[in-house]
Structure formats: C-alpha cells, structure tokens
C-alpha cells in the first residue's frame, strides 16, 4: 500500500486523478451531511438566481435553476448517480464479458464462433438505437440505464479476454497442468484468470469515466434518469434553454461530468502505463 501511494504521488497524473475521484467519492458518500439544500425542493420565487461569485447570494453558492432548486447541492446528489452508473455497469460489463470472453478463447471450435458472431452483431448495431430499443421495452430509470450500459458494454471485455485467453492458453505451463492431468476449471480459475485479468482491470479504470459519459447523453435525450432525481446530464438538459441568460445552470453540472471524467481518466492512463510491459520503457 505504501508503494502504491509512493507511485501516485510520483505521477502528476495520477495524483490528481486520484484527488478528483476522493472528492467525488467523499460527495456522494456524505451528501446529506455536505449538501445546503434539499436537492429537490422547489422554490419558484428563488428561480434562476446567479453564483455566489457572480453577485448571487451566499444560500445558494452555485445559484438556482428554473425551479428554484439548488444547483450546488444538485451537484452533490447527481454525483451519487454518476457513481452508481458507472460502477455497477462497469463490475457487470465486466463479469459478463470477461466470462464469456474466457469460454470463447479457451475451448474454442462452437463455442468460440457463437460468442463471437453475437459480439460481431451487437457491434454492427449503433448505440443510441440499442439504448432507445431497450428503453422503449423496459422505461427509463436507475436499473435500466445500467442494463443497458452492461448490454452495450460487455463485448469490449469479451474480445480483449479472448484475445488474452489464445496467447496465454498456448504457454507450457498451461500445456503442463494438461498434461498433469488438471481439470479445466482448475486450469481456468488456477493458471488461466491470474494472466489475463490485468488488461480487463486497465480496461474497467478507463471504462468507468465513459460509462459516466454515457449515462449523462442518455439522461440528456430524456432516456436515463427521470426528474426530480437529481443526474448531472438532466440539469444540463433542463438549463440548455437559459444558455444564453442563466448560463450557470446548465454550465455547472457539465463542467462536474467534465472534471469527473477527466479525473477517472487521468488514473485509468496512469493504472493503464503501470501495468501494461509494453508501455513501461517508453
């Protein structure tokens, strides 16, 4: 632990990766505790008053939206959104395709073919008409944009397990537990898993800022999370009609999916660099 924290601290990158996320984290954990307002009350009579630094008043450091509710505190809640979002999609994207990914390069012959065909499939389908068909079955919501996130997600783990799985099954150590008479799933879980899981864990550091991404368009388009939740791609589609004289509205919470992602990808790069041999002299 204290060679890793050595590491980050070394790396600017990192670091600052590193601070953004803590801040994020520690937001939507103590978000009752750090927030000024209910993040849902409406107070019309309040409505579209600036920033604290642009003449505003101090109640409302990040001033209001159209409804009159709070926009720092707005800010706080969505954060537990994106989290929320871009984890659980992120572990279940990640479960599902690393498994199937490992069956598909592993055994080979039918099975390969079929997981890959499906994988070749979904690819050939763009997003935004899979989110919109999947929405249109299940409604929008917290679950469903995370079903869809793992639905869209999974194949970018299968065809990088897979890809692994045929370098790594053709080593002699894998030929030698064969021929000492291993079980498959002894070789999977033994041998297999321990060479392979760390392209899948660079790929989820990165993965997570464009699930986060990817939530806040759907949410945009009106096919994520539905009002009066608080979601950081809904307040900027709820203040792009008073760009142009509350321009605070929708600017704040871009600027928070902007410094958030940049932050997850800033540790991603650096998680990525570390890891990756090929990387590592250059």
Do not use: C
Request: aromatic share 10%.
């Amino acid at each position: 632990m204290n060679e890793l924290l050595r590491k980050i601290l070394k790396n600017k990158k990192a670091l600052i990766g590193s601070i953004i996320i803590m801040v994020v984290f520690l937001a939507a954990i103590f978000a009752p505790f750090i927030s000024p307002h209910d993040p849902s009350r409406q107070d019309i009579t309040n409505r579209l008053k600036p920033p604290y630094f642009l003449g505003g008043e101090s109640t409302h450091f990040l001033g209001t939206d159209s409804l009159g509710q709070d926009i720092l505190s707005r800010i706080i809640y969505g954060s537990r959104i994106s989290l929320i979002v871009g984890i659980a999609s992120v572990l279940g994207a990640g479960l599902i395709g690393f498994m199937l990914g490992v069956i598909a390069g592993y055994f080979g012959g039918r099975v390969d073919t079929l997981i890959m065909r499906i994988v070749d499939l979904q690819m050939a389908i763009p997003f935004l008409v899979l989110a919109i068909a999947v929405m249109a079955i299940l409604q929008p919501g917290l679950q469903n944009i995370i079903v869809v996130l793992i639905i869209s997600g999974w194949v970018r783990y299968a065809r990088i397990t897979r890809a692994q799985t045929l370098v790594v099954k053709k080593n002699e150590f894998i030929i030698a537990a064969v021929a000492l008479g291993s079980t498959r799933l002894r070789i999977i879980f033994s041998d297999l898993f321990p060479n392979i899981i760390i392209p899948v864990i660079v790929l989820s550091t990165l993965e997570v800022g464009q699930m986060i991404l990817t939530e806040a368009a759907l949410s945009f388009l009106g096919l994520g999370i539905q009002p009066p939740t608080p979601s950081w791609g809904g307040m900027v589609a709820d203040g792009r009609d008073y760009l142009r004289f509350a321009w605070w509205v929708p600017t704040l919470p871009g600027l928070a999916i902007l410094i958030t992602v940049f932050g997850i990808n800033f540790f991603g790069d650096w998680v990525r660099d570390s890891f990756d041999p090929r990387l590592k002299n250059l």
